[in-house]
Each structure stands twice: as C-alpha cells, then as structure tokens.
C-alpha cells in the first residue's frame, strides 16, 4: 500500500522508512525500521564489536578513525549532496556542517590517549607506601540519538567521543535524515569491516526510546528540551546516565564600543544560516541604545537580501513551520514591528528572513526557540540590562558579544555554556572546546577532554609499593600508631592555610 506522500515527512510503508525531501518531495532513500527485538540485538552485537574496538588500543582506534575522517573529506561533494537532498539545506550549509564534523573526527582520537589513558597519580603524604593510578574505561556500547537539523555534526560530536573512548555505538538518527545517518554508518565499516562497532537502527520516537532500554551503557541525546525529558525518563529504569543537549534560545550582545557591521553581519549569519534551524543559532539581538538604530539598519539591509531557495533552504521538518508562523504572529499581535518580512514571511516550505523590533519580553519570539530565519532586536540602556535580559530564559546554550572593552567579561556573565566574542557559533568548530548547555540546554558535554570523558568512567587503581611506616587500614595498628597519624595528620593539615 502506497499512502499519499508529504514532501519532506517520512513515510513508513510496509516496515521501511521513507526519506524525502522538504521543498521537491524527491525520495532521499529508504532503510528499514528497527523493531524492539532489532534494537536489542544491535545493542548485544555492539557489545562484542566494542570489546573488539577496545582491545584495538588508543593507536589502532585513532588510526581507523582517521582514515574515515579522511574518507569524509574526499566524498564531501556526495555527502554535502545527499544532505541537501534528505535536508534540502543549500550546499554551502551542508559543506560546512561536514567541515565541523570533520575537526571533531580528527581531535578526538588524537587526545584520547593523554586524556583518558592510564596515569600514575601524585603521591599522598600519609599513603606515601600507595601509588595511585588512574585511567578511564567506556562504557561498552553507547546509544546515540540525533536530531534533523545538522545530521551530520551533531551525532558526530558523540560518536567520536565515544569512539575514541573505547566504546561501540549504536546510533538512532532521526527519522526526517536516517539517509544521510546510515551514509555514516556505511562509510566507518568500509574502514572497520571487521566489526559492527558503529550501527544505525531507524524508526520513530519509539525506536529511541527502546534503544534507551536495550542495554546500553550512556545515551548521548540531541534533541529538544522535551523530547530530552523523555529520553532521561526511559534511561531512569536502568540507572542508564545521560547526555542531554537540547534547544537554546541564543542571544546576542552588542556594546557601545562594537563594529557595527561586523555585528550585523554574525547576527544575519548566525541567525539565518541553516535557514535558523540550528541550536546554537542565534534569535534575540540586544544592542545598546547609541548603536540600535544602525545596527538594525545594517541588519535588514544585510538580511533583506537573502533569497529563499537560495541561501535560505526550506524548513526541514514541515510541522516547525506552524511554530514559526505562531511565533511571529504572537510578537506582532503583542506590538512587535516587523522590519523586514513579517506573517507574509512564511510560505511554507519556505521562511523568508524576518527581523522584528518592540518584540515584548512575554511573546514566543523571545521566550520560546523559533527554530526559523527570523531575529527580534531588543534596545537596551546598556550591557548590564543586555545581560539580564539574555539570562531572562530557561534555555542556556551559546551566546555571542560584539565589543571591545567589556566583551569577555559580559561573556562571563552570560548564562550559556559557550559565547562567542566578536563572531558567532565559532565554538561549535573548535575541537578542543566542550559543547554543551545550561538549564533547559541540557547538561554533560560533547567535544573536547570533557566530551571525551563523558563517554568513559573513571578507574582508580592503588598499588601498595612498600609496607606501611603509619598503618591506618588494619585491626593490628597499635594505639601508639594510631597518636602518631593524629600527630602527622596535625603536623599537615592542623594549620589555618
Ligand atoms: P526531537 O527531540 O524531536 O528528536 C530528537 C531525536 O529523539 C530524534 O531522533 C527522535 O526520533 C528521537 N526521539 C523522539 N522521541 C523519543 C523518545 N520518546 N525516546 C527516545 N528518542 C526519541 O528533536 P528534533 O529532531 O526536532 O531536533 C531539533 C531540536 O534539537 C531543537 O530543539 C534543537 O535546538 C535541538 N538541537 C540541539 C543541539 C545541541 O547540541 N544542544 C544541536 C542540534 C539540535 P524521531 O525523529 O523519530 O522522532
């Protein structure tokens, strides 16, 4: 049975998932849906393929993930060309999206030894007989569930994590973009045709929530807020720990002392590039008084000339359009001026960039992620009300500052786990950076040695090298010996610094 097709909503049809799509509704591919059953074999599969990928060493591991680090970077056209058409995002989003995968594939396997390999510890006076040894081992397999928006870089960012680490992966990509998910899962076993060490299974929500329960030793989640909550709430039953990155509300800043069109040229950019489909993406501007007016000028002017179908693609997931067109309704019913585009903006499966001013604190456009090409510009007295209006959410993700003087330290002050000063999103692109949000963000980290250690739990080991002068952990120690640790313990630590 052929059901009627909706461009860009994926079809099951007789236990195969139907990709397509947004705006020409031409078939992207097919996969088949994982069943419970399915889901829980991979997971036992997973578990032998990472023992295997264990036993390959921090140096066998680095050496196969290079390699398809490097397989990425010679097929990037197909790639960029199969993410446009299961994602319909212009290449040029699609190529740089790959381009940030790429440095997070490189920087993990190359830093997972020092940050996670075994390390004798410092000495500690009073078991001054005891080495300390620490190392981190993984978990065995580690779910992976990734969103729609940037199908390539976000489920990236985990999985080489967690690859590096030591682990196996099982790896639930979301049902608008599992083509472009198991051209992932393809390439790695080209250079790892040993072992399923990296797997997809494809399906609804459902089929992530069963992954959740089938096994596995940590979930890695990117997603909204909400669907995060279910995520954390399917992992609970087993003890499973979780990573939650989740949506954001992204303000940023722009003092006194800014270069204008600098400013206006990252808002623009970082609002509107993956036509505002992206976590990190920035959706509230707010700029002091004595550079609002050219600031918002240089704004709609830069915006203004932004084409649909051109630099901006269509709205992946169609049923995002109707928030995005109530979002916009709510900031101008409630007073807010749209300066460029408005409610004639959304012409599904396209959004034309909006920028809005005199947006009130209470609408959806500022309290609520929008998800779309569209900006509110706030005027602020100064840096300090910008401040506390940009922490006025529960969201907590990234944030950027345009300034000189007080930049970094209104970054300090900004409630997000990232902030980029003088530019925006750049931290998503830096290897060595943790990646991760505050409050209704999420929690735990990707990338970086934090990202790296999220997927391994630490081990510490003692080794007693010689018998103990003061000893404390047996029945035999005398009360003479036992006046002699209160003495040195006095003698150490007894003092006010
Ligand atoms: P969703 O939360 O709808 O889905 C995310 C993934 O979770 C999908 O694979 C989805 O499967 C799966 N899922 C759905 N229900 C369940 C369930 N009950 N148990 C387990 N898994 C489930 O997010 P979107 O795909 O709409 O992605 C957009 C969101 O992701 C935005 O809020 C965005 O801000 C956020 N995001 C956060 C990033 C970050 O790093 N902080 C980066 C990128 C995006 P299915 O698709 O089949 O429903």
């Not at 997927?455 to 000893?471: E, G, H, N």
Request: some cysteine; hydrophobic content about 45%; aromatic content about 6%.
């Amino acid at each position: 049975m052929t059901a009627t097709r909706v461009p860009g909503v994926p079809a099951i049809e007789d236990g195969v998932l139907i990709s397509t799509n947004p705006a020409t509704g031409e078939e992207a591919g097919r996969v088949p849906v994982a069943s419970a059953e399915a889901t829980v074999a991979a997971v036992r599969k997973a578990r032998e393929a990472g023992a295997w990928w264990q036993a390959l060493g921090y140096d066998g591991r680095k050496d196969r993930m290079l390699r398809w680090r490097s397989l990425l970077v010679q097929r990037i056209d197909e790639l960029a060309q199969l993410t446009s058409l299961e994602t319909g995002k212009p290449n040029a989003d699609a190529i740089m999206e790959i381009v940030a995968a790429v440095e997070h594939l490189d920087w993990a396997p190359r830093h997972a030894k020092k940050v996670l390999g075994p390390r004798r510890t410092r000495t500690r006076v009073l078991l001054a007989e005891h080495t300390g040894h620490l190392e981190y081992q993984p978990y065995g397999v580690v779910g992976v569930i990734g969103p729609w928006n940037y199908p390539i870089v976000t489920p990236i960012g985990p999985i080489s994590g967690a690859l590096a680490a030591g682990n196996a992966v099982v790896f639930k990509p979301s049902e608008y973009t599992p083509i472009v998910g198991q051209w992932l899962v393809d390439t790695f076993a080209e250079v790892v045709p040993e072992q399923p060490v990296l797997q997809a299974v494809h399906g609804l929500g459902d089929v992530g929530a069963a992954l959740c329960r089938s096994g596995v030793g940590k979930v890695a989640f990117t997603g909204s807020t909400a669907t995060g909550k279910k995520v954390m709430a399917a992992c609970a039953k087993n003890l499973v720990p979780v990573v939650i990155e989740a949506g954001g509300k992204d303000a940023l800043i722009v003092d006194a002392d800014a270069d204008i069109p600098a400013a206006a040229d990252a808002a623009v950019w970082g609002g509107m590039t993956n036509a505002g489909q992206t976590c990190i993406g920035i959706e509230r501007v707010y700029a002091v008084a004595p550079v609002y007016d050219s600031l918002v000028k240089e704004i709609v002017a830069r915006a203004g000339k932004l084409r649909t179908g051109e630099e901006i693609g269509p709205i992946t997931m169609p049923k995002q359009i109707d928030i995005i067109r109530e979002h916009i309704d709510d900031a101008l019913a409630k007073g807010g001026t749209a300066v460029l585009g408005g409610a004639g903006a959304v012409q599904p499966p396209f959004v034309a960039p909006t920028v809005l001013v005199d947006v009130p604190a209470d609408s959806s456009e500022i309290r609520d992620e929008t998800f779309g090409p569209t900006l509110t510009i706030t005027k602020v007295a100064d840096a300090d009300e910008a401040i506390r209006l940009a922490n006025d959410t529960a969201y907590g993700l990234g944030g950027a500052v345009f300034g000189k003087r007080n930049a970094i330290r209104i970054a300090r002050r900004l409630r997000s786990g990232m902030v980029s000063v003088n530019s925006t999103l750049t931290f998503v692109g830096m290897g060595n950076l943790p990646f991760g949000g505050v409050g209704d963000s999420g929690f735990g980290r990707i990338h970086g040695e934090d990202g790296l250690r999220e997927f391994a739990r630490p081990k510490s080991i003692t080794v007693r090298r010689a018998k103990s002068l003061l000893p404390s952990t047996t029945f035999d120690r005398t009360p003479g010996q036992i006046r002699q640790i209160v003495k040195a313990v006095k003698l150490l630590y007894g003092r006010r610094s």
